[in-house]
């Protein structure tokens, strides 16, 4: 079992910048993909990015390109997503996740095994 637990959202004016953190507890060395998720009110849960263990293949959404930057510090067992230049259209619940296999495609929500509570991230205009 793996506990996943997101922290760092906030409302943040367009334009602004937010780091989100994960900390994950548990059987962590079985986290082979990780990955960031988020899900807009109305909207389906999607793919923001995501990192596979073994040669460090990382993803984007095309949306986010550019803008985002996923990170993971193994000794602290904490994934992080660093977003800058926040758009309104960022505002979302945002959701880590992690999965002891690889995932493909990597934004396939339905593959992904464990997830965090979310954290709200809202982007005022």
């Known amino acids: 079992q793996v506990q996943l637990e997101e922290s760092g959202g906030g409302l943040v004016q367009a334009g602004g910048s937010l780091r989100l953190s994960c900390a994950a507890s548990?059987?962590?060395?079985?986290?082979?993909?990780i990955g960031w998720f988020r899900q807009a009110p109305g909207k389906e849960r999607e793919g923001v990015s995501s990192r596979m263990r073994n040669n460090g293949d990382t993803y984007y959404a095309d949306s986010v390109k550019g803008r985002f930057t996923i990170s993971r510090d193994i000794a602290k067992n904490t994934l992080y997503l660093r977003m800058n230049n926040l758009k309104s259209e960022d505002t979302a619940v945002y959701y880590c996740?992690?999965?002891?296999?690889?995932?493909?495609?990597?934004?396939?929500?339905?593959?992904?095994?464990?997830w965090g509570q979310g954290t709200q991230v809202t982007v005022s205009s």
């Open positions: 996740a992690a999965d002891p296999r690889p995932i493909s495609p990597w934004y396939d929500v339905r593959q992904w095994h464990y």
């Open positions: 548990g059987h962590t060395d079985s986290t082979y993909a």
